[in-house]
């Protein structure tokens, strides 16, 4: 072959492969924004205890662990679910801890790691989500898995203070009214 033909197919394969890699880093920044929107923005205890107080709002701490399958199925389920993702957004500011890391949190003027956040709020099965008010105190734990639609309801009754007001069966029976 001539030295054009040969300059000529790789000046074709660069400028192919340019093409194809800027149309796929399209595709991924596009998907990225998608998942942005999509999800719901995770923060570390700390920050995100730090972040609740100061925009007084319910703080929603997911105790996990790598190893628990229903941590996986919630991530996947309940926290991914729209509803979930649109209601928490707005009211709500969501943090998860590793219960078996030592990597350390300030809580309280002290240094924990996720293995003493987890026993400090009473875990005892994974996954356990505890919920903290607007002042950074717990209101209530739930261990186990939450399906989304139940998980939407508890946001709503924790994070509009209904709780202060009402039984959680009650605020149940009146959503379900308001549906009808």
């Known amino acids: 072959m001539s030295r054009k033909i040969i300059f000529s197919l790789i000046l074709i394969t660069v400028a192919v492969s340019a093409v194809a890699y800027q149309t796929s880093t399209n595709k991924n920044v596009g998907e990225n924004k998608s ?10 205890f700390d920050k995100g205890l730090e972040r609740a107080l100061k925009e ?5 701490v997911d105790f996990y662990t790598d190893w628990c399958h229903w941590c996986k199925v919630m991530d ?47 875990v005892q099965g994974f996954p356990t989500t505890s919920f903290m008010n ?11 898995f939450i399906p989304a639609d139940r998980f939407t309801l508890i946001l709503k009754f924790l994070a509009d203070n209904w709780y202060e007001k009402m039984k959680f069966d009650e605020f149940v029976k009146k959503e379900e009214a308001g549906k009808s």
Do not use: C, P, Q
């Open 35 to 44: 998942k942005a929107v999509n999800s719901l923005e995770w923060h570390t």
């Open 56 to 60: 007084k709002k319910l703080l929603v």
């Open 134 to 144: 607007e002042k950074g105190e717990l209101i209530t734990s739930i261990s186990g």
């Open 76 to 122: 996947r389920d309940t926290y991914g679910n729209k509803e979930v993702i649109a209601f928490a957004r707005g009211k709500a500011i969501m943090v998860k801890v590793n219960a078996e890391t030592t990597e350390k949190y300030k809580f309280k003027g002290a240094s924990y790691s996720g293995r003493e956040l987890s026993m400090m709020f009473g």
